[in-house]
Structure formats: C-alpha cells, structure tokens
C-alpha cells in the first residue's frame, strides 16, 4: 500500500465576495479508508467536496488527488474519482443496464466485462436490465455507486448518499463500502447527516464548522476516548463527599456528577482500582462501575455548540 495520500487538502480557502466559506483547511486521507465529513448545516462540506471534483474553483490552497493538482492537472488527476454529488442522474426510460452502457461510452476502456463486473459489485444482477423508473431508491444509489465505478476509481466520493434510504438500504450502503475498501482498496469520503451511520461506516471522521476544520479523529476516539484516558461512572452512596476525596488522587483529568447522580471521572484506566480503595477506606460504598461510551453525536454536539448537522 503507497504512503502517499489518495487526497490531500493543503491550506484550502475558497472565498465568494468578502465572504470566506472554507477557511485554510488541510486533512489528508490514505487508500482504503472510509472517511467521515462532518458539519452543522453551512460549515461548507458540499463545497469542499465540489472543489475536490472540480465543480467549484478554489481561491487559495491545493488539493492533490494521488499526487496530482486538481487545479493545474485536472484531466490527471480526476480520472482517479468516481463521484455522486448529491442525487444521481438516471434515464429513468432506460434500463440500468443501458444507463450504465450509455455512461461507458464517454469514457475510454470500459469493457462490457467491466459492466458486468461493477453491476456484480453493487449486486443489481437480478435487476439490472428492467427500466430504472422500477428501481427504489436504494436501488438507484447502488445504480449511481455502479456508474461512478466503471472507470476503476482509486477514490469514491459520496455527498449525502444515505439520503431517503430506508435502514435496511443504508445497511446495505455502509456494508458495500466497507466490502469496497476491503477488496478493491478504494477510499471512500462520504459525507452525511446521520451521525448513527458514520459511526459505523467510517474509519475517520473530520468536523468542520464555519469553514474550519475543527477536530479529526479516528471514530473510536471520539466514542471512546484517547487510549490513555477514559471516563467512568462511578454509582456510590455520597457523591458530593466522594468528589472531595478522589480529588486526592493525582492525574484526574476530569471530576463532576452527571444529571442522573452518577460520579464522572475521566482517568488513567490504571487509576481505577485506587480511586475504588479510597472510597471504602473512606466508608463511601461503591455500587457500580462502568466505562461511559459517548456516542459520535454528542462528541459533535459538544464540538460545534449544538449546531444542527447538514
């Protein structure tokens, strides 16, 4: 697997007027990864994506898809993505068969074997030759993730692709890309509003607010914490006088009692067992401990002020 990133954004601005929509962004994505777009509604994530496909010119800044610059060496470098901006585009009158037929035919070496291929792929075989007017949605998406793949991609970008799925359709969706990534070592970067689904899809996830990049992380920090420090909870019988006596202990980051009466402590998980001896030594009774799993939406919440994701 090469070290270079498929994607790299370097000090990315793009400006309409006075205004600055995307503000000195900079994030690298490497092959085989599914990575997660994140923001409130108007942080600018479609406009960062249709400025890595070319639909929008950049102010100020690179992006360099596998080494090539999206702005001085386009042909080069968009070869190498496959995208759905937004929803795809079918001839509902034809098949998806002949949708696919017809997209082939603007771009150079795709085979009638390759058709055939991407259409075992996104698993339409039992479907592929009836009118697309027939088709479902989901069924569409896959059409869409089928035509974005006839020409090899090394890179598949997906605006909102969950958008009107139904949960079997969106589990349908977030298991192909992960079999995507798996056996063809293509990376994905999709954005998207259901904070639940990127969790699971994605192996990295970038928030961005006001144009700015704000935080990227590998999602299990953010649900789980950095693997030196977690959270626990903590049920004990006096939570007010527990709160003064763990302050004794040394590397505690983080100390309070949740809504429900519960003793938060964000430690060392090696600190565990003495925070617990104190607390008997010091007739306090424990009834419960557990590691707090945050979930990536209030890791979001928490991030951008509670702003609404779009």
């Known amino acids: 697997m090469s070290s270079e990133p498929i994607i790299s954004l370097q000090n990315v601005t793009k400006r309409v007027g006075r205004k600055t929509i995307i503000d000195d962004l900079t994030f690298d994505v490497p092959q085989g990864e599914i990575f997660g777009f994140l923001g409130p509604n108007g942080a600018g994530k479609t406009t960062t994506i249709r400025m890595i496909v070319g639909l929008m010119s950049i102010t100020k800044g690179q992006i360099l898809i596998k080494g090539k610059n999206i702005k001085t060496d386009f042909e080069q470098a968009i070869r190498h993505v496959g995208a759905i901006v937004e929803n795809p585009e079918m001839y509902k ?4 068969y002949h949708n696919l037929v017809h997209y082939a035919r603007m771009v150079p070496g795709v085979t009638k074997e390759r058709i055939d ?8 075989e039992n479907r592929i030759h009836e ?7 989901g069924m569409r998406q896959r059409l869409g993730v089928a035509q974005a793949l006839l020409h090899r991609p090394s890179l598949l970008i997906l605006d909102e692709p969950t958008n009107g799925l139904d949960p079997e359709g969106i589990r349908e969706l977030r298991d192909y890309l ?4 798996r056996t063809e070592g293509i990376t994905v970067v999709v954005s998207s509003h259901l904070l639940s689904e990127m969790e699971l899809m994605c192996d990295r996830v970038a928030i961005i607010q006001r144009g700015k990049l ?6 299990q920090y953010f649900t789980h914490g950095s693997d030196t420090f977690q959270t626990y909870q903590f049920e004990v019988q006096m939570p007010e006088q527990a709160i003064a006596i763990i302050r004794r202990i040394e590397g505690i980051q983080e100390l309070s009692i949740s809504e429900d009466g ?3 402590v964000t ?12 607390l008997v030594q010091n007739q306090i009774r424990v009834y419960g401990v ?4 945050r979930s990536l939406e209030d890791q979001f919440l928490e991030l951008t002020g509670g702003g609404q994701i779009g």
Do not use: N
């Not at 009158?93 to 998806?96: D, K, P, T």
């Not at 992960?178 to 990534?181: E, I, N, P, S, Y």
């Not at 430690?267 to 104190?278: D, G, H, S």
């Open 93 to 96: 009158y034809l098949s998806g």
């Open 262 to 264: 519960l003793l938060e």
């Open 267 to 278: 430690t060392e998980r090696e600190q565990v067992p003495a925070i617990l001896e104190l």
């Open 214 to 219: 704000i935080d990227l992380k590998p999602v």
């Open 290 to 293: 557990q590691k707090v799993r």
């Open 178 to 181: 992960r079999f995507l990534t």
């Open 117 to 124: 291929e991407v259409v075992s792929l996104v698993k339409l």
């Open 131 to 137: 009118k697309v007017r027939k088709y479902s949605l």
